[in-house]
């Protein structure tokens, strides 16, 4: 068992995989570098073949114990794991800021607390889905929601916390066992994790992280037939991936996929909420998948807009993520600025209009300036491809018609917002294809409710009981009223 640590931000944290209850080191190793300053922050083990393999041997031994205790056996387990989250709150914190550049203020005030309430309502709620009765005319018929088996759980950098924590509460709430692959950029939360839960006295082999990078480890991982269920976020090419080594096993998927949201505003909007909503998101620099990206305003509002929206943009402070006054931080990694850069000046050089920013902000390498860009088509790069950087696009409709065609015209179908007098708004929001929409407001989200998209936005749908759809294999006891006896002529 290895006990290196590293140190960082003042906190130590193991930079190993944990299996089985126990820090398995590397020979291959990662550097893992400080988006805020580019700072060597520590070299990560990379998982290889045999730690794939030990991960799923000791989930797979773990799973008969674990599996057969009750929901309400395994609810003290998570409601331990949770209190260490708490107890770690300022070393969460510290680390996702300084890996990952999420803002300090927000890890404090939004994603740590979202972390353990993850892991403690779905302890909670696995207590309503046991053995729910159907009574029909001929029998009585007992659902029950049975644990899967091992669960596969890949992680994305922008919110490793928040959406590890997600997807673990209902997996082991429902008695699954659970390996995380944490995003290789950002790790240092999810090894945290593993400390909480060996801290909460869960069993080992229950909870194991194996580090390293998607083509590799992540790959050994999903492609093994002893899966039961493979929970991934992410972008799209790697799901396409995902899916085919794990539909070769036929072990189900959930997907949780890009965004292209549109973030309309009629003519009958509030203008300056709607634009002081509108700078909300170049939150996290973009990098998030919920954003809404492509503006779409009524032209008889266009200019008001634009210059109300402006004036809340031009008091954004760029910096460091550390800073309480910083409200946009830094991009994840060089090569997601370049890829930033690269959206933006294609935009630029295939006519769109450059309404503000669109280029590195002074701060630092990896800062970039929140943009605007107008006069884009429908058909253009720009509008139809997820950017994941703090780029916008304006387009301008005159019509619900218009609108409607606009808003549902690229691939994916994340999320959305409209804002505008509550029935037109609501009339709109109806119209729209995605997985869900806010009406005069953003970010407002319960964890009963159903979080998905449709199209290139993903499969499947995660919080309430849709997450214990997917991690629970469902199963009908019947039990007839009457005394049943064969016969060849019954279908």
């Not at 403690?120 to 029909?136: G, K, N, V």
């Not at 018929?141 to 919110?159: C, F, L, M, Q």
């Not at 480890?217 to 991934?232: C, I």
């Not at 994340?414 to 997985?435: D, F, K, N, P, S």
Request: include cysteine; glycine fraction near 8%; hydrophobic fraction near 45%.
């Amino acid at each position: 068992m290895s006990t290196e640590t590293l140190s960082v931000a003042g906190h130590s944290v193991s930079p190993h995989h944990y299996i089985n209850g126990q820090r398995v080191a590397s020979e291959l190793l990662f550097d893992l570098h400080s988006p805020i300053d580019q700072s060597l922050l520590g070299r990560i083990s990379e998982g290889t073949a045999a730690h794939v393999d030990a991960a799923i041997a000791a989930a797979t031994a773990a799973f008969p114990a674990w599996s057969a205790l009750s929901a309400a056996e395994r609810k003290p387990y998570l409601d331990r794991f949770a209190a260490e989250i708490g107890q770690r709150a300022e070393a969460f914190c510290q680390l996702e800021s300084t890996d990952a550049g999420v803002l300090l203020s927000r890890m404090a005030h939004g994603v740590v607390p979202r972390a353990m309430l993850n892991i403690r309502w779905f302890a909670e709620h696995a207590l309503t889905l046991q053995d729910q009765p159907i009574d029909t005319e001929q029998a009585q018929h007992i659902v029950r929601h049975d644990p899967a088996g091992v669960v596969v759980i890949i992680t994305p950098w922008n919110a490793p916390l928040m959406l590890a924590t997600w997807k673990l509460g209902p997996a082991l709430a429902a008695g699954n066992t659970v390996i995380v692959k944490p995003p290789e950029w950002a790790p240092l939360t999810s090894s945290l994790l593993a400390d909480c839960a060996h801290a909460a006295g869960l069993p080992p082999g229950v909870f194991n992280i194996v580090q390293g990078s998607g083509a590799s480890t992540g790959a050994k991982l999903v492609s093994d037939p002893r899966l039961a269920r493979v929970s991934f976020t992410g972008s799209v090419p790697t799901a396409k991936w995902i899916a085919q080594a794990a539909g070769a096993n036929l072990v189900p998927c959930s997907l949780e996929l890009g965004g292209k949201s549109p973030f309309i505003v009629l003519e009958d909007a509030d203008i300056d909420n709607a634009a002081a909503t509108g700078a909300l998101m170049y939150r996290n620099a973009g990098q998030v998948c919920l954003a809404g990206t492509r503006f779409l305003v009524h032209s008889q509002i266009r200019d008001a807009f634009v210059a109300a929206m402006r004036s809340y943009v031009d008091k954004l402070n760029v910096g460091d993520p550390r800073d309480a006054a910083t409200e946009v931080g830094p991009i994840i990694h060089p090569r997601q600025v370049e890829r930033v850069q690269g959206f933006v000046q294609r935009a630029l050089a295939d006519g769109a209009e450059l309404l503000w920013g669109g280029a590195p902000h002074p701060f630092g390498a990896q800062y970039y300036q929140p943009t605007m860009l107008a006069n884009v088509r429908q058909d253009s790069e720009i509008v139809q491809n997820e950017v994941f950087g703090p780029v916008l696009t304006l387009q301008t409709f005159d019509s619900d018609a218009e609108l409607i065609a606009l808003a549902n015209g690229t691939d994916y179908g994340l999320g959305g917002v409209c804002y505008g007098a509550v029935e037109h708004a609501t009339q709109i929001a109806q119209q729209v294809r995605t997985g869900f929409i806010w009406v005069n407001s953003f970010g407002i989200r319960d964890l009963a409710a159903p979080f998905g998209g449709i199209k290139r936005s993903g499969i499947g749908r995660e919080g309430g009981n849709w997450s214990f759809e997917f991690f629970c294999d469902i199963k009908d006891v019947v039990v007839p009223k009457k005394p049943f006896r064969a016969s060849f002529s019954q279908r």
